[in-house]
């Protein structure tokens, strides 16, 4: 046995946060989006690398339909999330869209600044959805991932999670980052550093 890995997908409505866990968990991609009325919590099994490791992946977080930073206002009490203890996060946004990106720029501010005293810390991917509307996005590739690996010293990464692209990948780094969090290693490093191949699979 690998061990497990707790992990919150959070960001703003519609980006594809489910989107990107059932293409992940099942599969398919739902054409018609149906807003998530409530967090929900997902047990599956990964085999990475011979390993087995019991994933708990939580889609949605608390701040209603309001899709600006704002609304992280009226979160409750960071103690009620059940984030604490939270192994990694993935701030999920949308490349067409400067006020999701702006949302998860909130979301990962608001997560330091909760983060217990002497917890360990977490891991943040930042991932750009809908990578298959590359020629509406807002801004290029290559200065949000600077921005966000360098200024909010977090991983990067871009998927479409209609086409399926990049999805296996962004799991697959999530758990090669929790096989190396006890080295002595900034959380951006290690995501970064997770990129060389390896067979992940759901069992």
């Given at each position: 046995?690998?061990?497990?890995?707790?992990?919150?997908?959070?960001?703003?409505?519609?980006?594809?946060?489910?989107?990107?866990?059932?293409?992940?968990?099942?599969?398919?991609?739902?054409?018609?989006?149906?807003?998530?009325?409530?967090?929900?919590?997902?047990?599956?099994?990964?085999?990475?690398?011979?390993?087995?490791?019991?994933?708990?992946?939580?889609?949605?977080?608390?701040?209603?339909?309001?899709?600006?930073?704002?609304?992280?206002?009226?979160?409750?009490?960071?103690?009620?999330?059940?984030?604490?203890?939270?192994?990694?996060?993935?701030?999920?946004?949308?490349?067409?869209?400067?006020?999701?990106?702006?949302?998860?720029?909130?979301?990962?501010?608001?997560?330091?600044?909760?983060?217990?005293?002497?917890?360990?810390?977490?891991?943040?991917?930042?991932?750009?959805?809908?990578?298959?509307?590359?020629?509406?996005?807002?801004?290029p590739r290559r200065a949000l991932a600077t921005l966000v690996r360098r200024g909010w010293r977090c991983g990067y990464l871009e998927c479409s999670a209609k086409y399926n692209w990049h999805v296996l990948r962004?799991?697959?780094?999530?758990?090669?980052?929790?096989?190396?969090?006890?080295?002595?290693?900034?959380?951006?490093?290690?995501?970064?550093?997770?990129?060389?191949?390896?067979?992940?699979?759901?069992?």
């Amino acid at each position: 046995m690998g061990g497990s890995l707790r992990v919150a997908v959070l960001g703003a409505p519609g980006v594809g946060k489910t989107a990107i866990i059932r293409q992940f968990l099942f599969g398919d991609y739902p054409e018609r989006h149906r807003p998530t009325d409530s967090p929900r919590l997902y047990r599956p099994a990964v085999l990475l690398d011979g390993a087995v490791y019991d994933l708990s992946i939580r889609d949605g977080d608390f701040a209603g339909p309001d899709s600006s930073p704002r609304s992280l206002e009226e979160w409750p009490d960071p103690k009620d999330w059940s984030l604490q203890d939270t192994d990694a996060f993935v701030l999920v946004y949308d490349i067409c869209s400067p006020d999701s990106f702006d949302y998860v720029k909130a979301l990962r501010q608001r997560i330091a600044e909760n983060r217990p005293a002497g917890a360990p810390e977490a891991p943040i991917l930042v991932v750009g959805n809908k990578r298959d509307r590359q020629r509406l996005r807002f801004g290029p590739r290559r200065a949000l991932a600077t921005l966000v690996r360098r200024g909010w010293r977090c991983g990067y990464l871009e998927c479409s999670a209609k086409y399926n692209w990049h999805v296996l990948r962004l799991f697959r780094e999530l758990l090669r980052c929790a096989l190396v969090r006890t080295r002595p290693a900034h959380p951006a490093l290690r995501l970064q550093g997770a990129l060389h191949p390896a067979r992940c699979s759901l069992m």
